[in-house]
Structure formats: structure tokens, C-alpha cells
């Protein structure tokens, strides 16, 4: 089962050259990690940080739908 990514973080323009399986970070990655840093910046217990970062970035990927 697949999740919702959000498509690239940083897409290339059209007509650029890339190599096939290197297209970079998605936008839920990219979302997760600006969320972890401010939950470490917080005192975050650190085994929470990453269930919590990628909830965060899904939430954020289903508001930009709506």
C-alpha cells in the first residue's frame, strides 16, 4: 500500500535530464523532517519523533488537497 507523497519536494523543470531512480527527496519527506527538527529543537522524546513527524506531514499533504 502506497502513500500519498505529495510528488517531489523539488521538481526539476521540464525537459530536464535525471537518472532513472534518482528524482529526490517527496514532499512527505520533505514535510516530516522540517516537523522533526522542531520536535527535537522541543525536548520530543526521540522515539516518538518519527511516528509523529510523518503524521504531521501527512496531515499537511491532506490540507493542501482541500
Given at each position: 500500500?502506497?502513500?500519498e507523497t505529495?510528488?517531489?519536494a523539488f521538481p526539476l523543470p521540464l525537459g530536464s535530464e535525471t537518472v532513472e531512480g534518482?528524482?529526490?527527496m517527496?514532499?512527505?519527506d520533505?514535510?516530516?523532517a522540517k516537523?522533526?527538527?522542531g520536535m527535537l529543537a522541543s525536548g520530543v522524546p526521540s522515539g516518538?519523533?518519527?511516528i509523529y513527524?510523518?503524521?504531521i506531514a501527512e496531515a499537511m499533504i491532506a490540507a493542501r488537497g482541500q
Open positions: 500500500m502506497s502513500k505529495g510528488g517531489p534518482q528524482e529526490g517527496t514532499l512527505r520533505y514535510f516530516a516537523a522533526m527538527q516518538e519523533i518519527p513527524a510523518y503524521e
